[in-house]
């Protein structure tokens, strides 16, 4: 049988198609990633704070700085806490000096000493990443150089990132800036290389009073993810939609 | 406030005021503000030229084609305040090998390339006659000089020498084609500039779906606002430095006046319709964006960006009987309004903390002291400033389009 031109030209065409389709739907998968894919993944991180333990001591904001070599003395940190003092007047004073590093050790705050019948009620807050289930840093990023582990955690490709900022601007928390030294974006990870090691991030480990915490929230044994589950935890600026992963006990509604 | 002892980006020109997150700071500084401006500017003239091309508005039929290569000028400046703000500027490739879709900036390249393939084509279809004429009259040049000369023009060509009536005409149809085609491209190219600052949530000031249009027609009116200034002032420095009386005419620049006007007047409906809305609505964020707007800022929104930027050019180009130096006052106040405008959007919405406890105040590196401080400081913004002219001084030896035809 004589084949007809637009057999021909059919049967040409879906060549051509399979031969630009193929790469693009099969995707050669790494052995870790064929791996990851195949098993669902149990495993997300979550981070729990207890404000009504934190002392403000700044070990956590010292031991982070050292683990993950942030400039000591830069103004920056992947972790930081911050001081509140909201007085009977129902005004409110906040600060976090040199991101509580060296702890609060006096009682001034933005400049002013209230007198200890002003004041209302007083507390600490750590801050941190929230690790966001729907990260806008991830998204923003132009290159792709920030990206959303299975575990939940967001990394930086120190390698990938051109620097525009666009992720520092896109955090509703604060928590991105640019490493002084590396000039790429940076941000708490959890201590990504400890906890996959099983290990504890170092903010944790240097908390005396056990304010910090780090567990699996989809592990139901797991202590932390008991706690988050069990009692009234809130998260912050829940109104962005983020989906923080980072989850307060005892938040009051004078935190920003 | 101490400075800090590490240099981190954005912390040397930002001045913080009660709480405000450690971690921030202006991280976007004048060339973000530069950036809208320029692309605004390419927007803007790329239309007027269109408005000759498509809508047939004969009378602007000189300052179209000079209108149209200043554009390109200004299009090839658009990219660079981008690329001196980066922190890692020799990955800015990235944006193009590796673009992340699912933000805004990723566009850029395609976008950015899109429009300079249409305006490049367009000004080549306009030019072929020109180019074809000059690859003739220099054929057999002698000389080095000569010859490269012939050899340029005729690679200009690109071996189209067919200059007869028919190709002509379809040289036209192109040119028509293409400046159609460009209009809604050069809205996206800006539209897409807004949207970068529009899409982003954590910026109480930022986020509104205004924000692309805002900076659309602002783009248009600073566009021709400074083609008009451009093209006037070149003009009569041409005609006062022959001696003779000046060929500039009131219709010409007064009917893409017109033009202007009508933007301008949308373009400040619709600033006060997002600040009304705002008022209006009041949500968590208006308690800080209303001291930033009615307070810290008050002297650059009010004062310099509506009054000096806006109101007083309206009342300026809406007198009757208009002369060239009334409109070329206004066109240049229109200008810095524009700027002002970009200003206020980029660096007032930095002016507050995420926190909304905080301020933070922006300080312009004057003089530099190091490579940062002059990129992304007042030096490397007149740089940026400066290169569109330059380039059109460049363009316009090769494609004369001041010169009667």
Not at chain 1, 100 to 127: C, H, L, N, W, Y
Not at chain 2, 16 to 25: A, C, G, H, I, Q
Not at chain 2, 78 to 95: D, G, N, W
Not at chain 2, 117 to 122: D, L, N, P, Q, T
Request: proline share 5%; hydrophobic share 50%.
């Amino acid at each position: 049988m004589q084949p007809s031109r637009r057999k021909f030209l059919k049967t040409v065409c879906a060549g051509a198609a399979s031969l630009i389709a193929a790469p693009v739907i099969l995707k050669f998968l790494e052995p870790g990633e064929a791996l990851a894919a195949m098993e669902k993944s149990k495993l997300r991180w979550a981070f729990l704070v207890d404000t009504h333990k934190c002392i403000g001591c700044g070990f956590c904001v010292k031991a982070c700085k050292n683990e993950n070599e942030i400039p000591y003395d830069a103004s920056v940190s992947r972790t930081w806490v911050e001081r509140y003092v909201v007085k009977k007047d129902g005004t409110v004073l906040i600060d976090s000096p040199k991101a509580g590093r060296d702890g609060f050790t006096s009682p001034e705050v933005e400049g002013q000493t209230p007198e200890a019948q002003d004041i209302a009620k007083a507390f600490f807050v750590p801050k941190l990443c929230n690790q966001c289930e729907n990260p806008p840093c991830v998204q923003v990023c132009p290159v792709g150089a920030t990206y959303q582990l299975k575990e939940g955690v967001v990394l930086v490709d120190r390698k990938w990132c051109i620097g525009c900022g666009y992720c520092i601007a896109s955090c509703p928390y604060g928590a991105r800036f640019f490493n002084p030294q590396l000039k790429v974006a940076e941000k708490c990870t959890f201590c990504y290389h400890r906890i996959k090691k099983g290990m504890k991030p170092a903010c944790v480990g240097a908390c005396p009073v056990g304010a910090r915490q780090i567990g699996n929230i989809k592990d139901p044994e797991d202590p932390v993810a008991k706690v988050i589950t069990t009692s009234r935890v809130a998260v912050l600026k829940d109104e962005y939609g983020t989906d923080p992963q980072v989850y307060y006990l005892g938040l009051d509604r004078a935190v920003r | 406030m101490t400075p800090d002892p590490v240099m981190i980006h954005g912390m040397e020109w930002t001045v913080k005021e009660l709480f405000v997150y450690p971690n921030e700071s202006i991280n976007w500084g004048i060339m973000i503000v530069m950036y809208p401006y320029m692309t605004g500017l390419v927007a803007g003239a790329f239309v007027l030229s269109a408005l000759y091309h498509v809508a047939g508005k004969t009378e602007l039929k000189k300052i179209a084609k000079f209108a149209l290569l200043f554009s390109m000028a200004l299009l090839l400046v658009a990219p660079m305040p981008l690329l001196l703000h980066l922190q890692q500027p020799l990955r800015c490739e990235e944006v193009f090998f590796t673009p992340h879709f699912t933000s805004a900036i990723a566009a850029f390249g395609m976008i950015f390339f899109i429009y300079f393939i249409i305006v490049a084509s367009e000004i080549w279809f306009i030019h072929r006659k020109f180019f074809v004429a000059q690859s003739m009259a220099r054929q057999g040049a002698q000389g080095v000089f000569g010859r490269v000369a012939w050899l340029f023009y005729t690679v200009l060509t690109l071996g189209a020498f067919n200059v007869d009536e028919k190709s002509l005409h379809d040289d036209e149809k192109a040119v028509v084609f293409l400046a159609g085609l460009g209009i809604p491209v050069a809205c996206f190219l800006h539209g897409y500039a807004g949207f970068i600052f529009g899409s982003v949530k954590a910026n109480a000031l930022w986020m509104t779906p205004l924000m692309p249009v805002i900076f659309i027609v602002s783009a248009i009116v600073s566009g021709i606002a400074l083609c008009i200034l451009t093209y006037s002032i070149i003009s009569l420095w041409r005609s006062f430095r022959a001696g003779t009386k000046t060929t500039l005419e009131i219709e010409e620049v007064s009917k893409a006046a017109k033009y202007l006007l009508t933007f301008l007047i949308l373009a400040i409906t619709l600033e006060l319709l997002d600040m009304v809305f705002r008022g209006y609505t009041a949500m968590k964020s208006w308690a800080i964006l209303r001291s930033v707007i009615f307070e810290k800022d008050i002297i650059n929104i009010f004062v310099l960006q509506y009054v000096v930027g806006n109101l007083v050019p309206l009342i300026l180009l809406l007198i009757p009987r208009p002369t060239i130096r009334r409109i070329l006052i206004a066109v240049a106040m229109i200008l810095f309004g524009v700027f002002m405008m970009r200003w206020n959007v980029v660096i007032g919405g930095q002016a507050f903390s995420l926190s909304f406890a905080g301020f933070m105040h922006y300080h312009l590196p004057i003089i530099p002291h190091n490579l940062e401080t002059y990129k992304e400081g007042l030096f490397g913004a007149l740089t940026i400033a400066s290169l569109p002219f330059i380039f059109f001084w460049i363009f316009n030896k090769i494609i004369p389009v001041l010169d009667k035809d």
